[in-house]
Nanobody, 126 residues
Framework: QLVESGGGLVQTGDSLRLSCAAP????????MGWFRQAPGKEREFVAAISCWSGDTIIYGDSVKGRFTISRDNAKNTVYLQMYSLKPEDTAVYYCARDRTPWKASVSVLLDDYNYWGQGTKVTVSS
């Protein structure tokens, strides 16, 4: 399964990089996404990157311009670099794998992802 890491407690304005390691030999074939869930709220889309070279990337409106998603197929890892963190970024962050291989597009829909990590908690203090 997917394993996230890199979460922690930071202050407003700090940066943090999350990592998500995927097992197996099919990592490069699938788009990957990051989602987050704050206490009492629904899970929301953060960012997604298409398969292979990651030519297609999209971000949720709340993180656009502050977060960067990337992938390293040699390491079977997808990253989420977060800058200028705000208290409203506090949440458990999950990575997920798109269920459809070799898809040029990316999805913001939870149902399009069929493998999920256990999540890593990010807390941003004011």
């Amino acid at each position: 399964q997917l394993v996230e890491s890199g979460g922690g407690l930071v202050q407003t304005g700090d940066s943090l990089r999350l990592s998500c390691a995927a097992p197996g030999r099919t990592f490069s074939r699938h788009g990957m996404g990051w989602f987050r869930q704050a206490p009492g709220k629904e899970r929301e889309f953060v960012a997604a990157i298409s398969c292979w070279s990651g030519d297609t990337i999209i971000y949720g409106d709340s993180v656009k311009g502050r977060f960067t998603i990337s992938r390293d197929n040699a390491k079977n890892t997808v990253y989420l670099q977060m800058y200028s963190l705000k208290p409203e970024d506090t949440a458990v962050y999950y990575c997920a794998r798109d269920r459809t291989p070799w898809k040029a597009s990316v999805s913001v829909l939870l149902d399009d992802y069929n493998y999920w990590g256990q999540g890593t908690k990010v807390t941003v203090s004011s």
